[in-house]
């Protein structure tokens, strides 16, 4: 057995052991409104639920390790003190994941995610109708830990208002754990789903993905692709060039097969088929050969 002293390695690493041995970790999908009107939508996965009377969740947005910034959620809770966090099921996860994209201030994360903003009964920032139980909060207190990057801000939140999904509700009206599906984080790549196990959803790249805003509506209306596959499709830099697309059709038969085809839906199939083995630049190549 190794033994560390956390405050003899470099934080990046520290974070690392932390995350990996530390988990499954609920994910806080924290709504936000700035003092511009602008939403903002985050996941963090330092996040529990720790008290029922008052009911209170706490979570924490750290402070970035690479340059000790802090994040947009943090500044909207500091400045409104209110918050919706809304709970994360394996249907969304991949738009939650690119969600987390560290786009410029001002940028709708609502918008690049695709997901959708309703109102909420009692604070300002919106809810997100895709996640199966939502809670709007106000914020009672936050706890700075620190000044470094990596350095964790408790947000105490007290719950005002439950919003549950029916169809995640057994027949005595309680939540049904096979149901809800939720999903968790774990270290690196890695989340757990609850009523299944581990699956990888890669990162968001630290360039900024186009978003589902930038998926053409023919893909988006498409009813072979639900939002995990729309959330994969706007994680990408650039799209391909036609160039590219023409050698990838050149190279796999199989697919010039299909796109030889005037059904649409075969194509988005075979699109599909990448998208589940995490291949989105051919999956995009598929689309973009048919468009």
């Known amino acids: 057995m190794i033994s560390i002293d956390p405050k ?15 988990g499954p970790r609920p994910i806080a999908f924290a709504s936000t409104i700035g ?31 690479r340059d000790n910034s802090i994040k947009h959620t943090l500044i909207n809770a500091e400045a409104t003190r209110e918050v919706v966090i ?30 959708t903003p309703i109102p909420s009964d009692i604070v300002k920032p ?23 990057g990596g350095a964790g801000n408790l947000i105490l939140c007290e719950v005002l208002r439950i919003h549950i999904a029916e169809a995640v509700l057994d027949e005595n009206g309680a939540i049904d754990q096979y149901k809800i599906d939720l999903v968790s984080r774990l270290g690196g790549n890695w989340y757990s789903r609850s009523n299944q196990g581990l699956f990888e ?30 959330g994969m499709l706007g994680n990408i830099e650039a799209l391909p060039t036609m160039e590219e697309v ?17 059904d649409q839906e075969k194509v ?12 989105v630049l051919s999956a995009w190549k598929v689309l973009l050969a048919k468009k």
């Open 8 to 22: 003899s390695i470099e934080t990046v690493k520290l974070q690392g052991y932390l995350q990996s041995s530390v």
């Open 201 to 230: 959803v890669p990162k968001p790249l630290s360039t900024l993905g186009i978003g589902v805003d930038a998926v053409p509506s023919f893909i988006k209306e498409s009813p072979v692709f639900d939002g995990n596959d729309l």
């Open 246 to 262: 023409s050698i990838f059709v050149k190279q796999n038969f199989a697919v010039k097969g299909v796109l030889s085809s005037d």
């Open 126 to 148: 919106f809810r997100v109708k895709e996640s199966p139980v939502q809670f709007e909060c106000k914020v009672t207190q936050i706890i700075p830990l620190g000044s470094e």
């Open 35 to 65: 003092t511009n009107g602008i939403p903002n939508l985050s996941p963090f996965s330092f996040f529990n639920v720790f008290s029922a009377n008052p009911p209170i969740l706490i979570f924490s947005p750290a402070r970035r390790v």
């Open 268 to 279: 988005h199939l075979e699109a599909k088929k990448y998208l589940d083995d995490n291949d």
């Open 86 to 115: 809304n709970v994360v099921n394996y249907d969304m996860v991949q738009q939650t994941s690119l969600a987390s994209t560290e786009y410029a201030d001002g940028v709708n994360e609502f918008i690049k995610s695709g997901l």
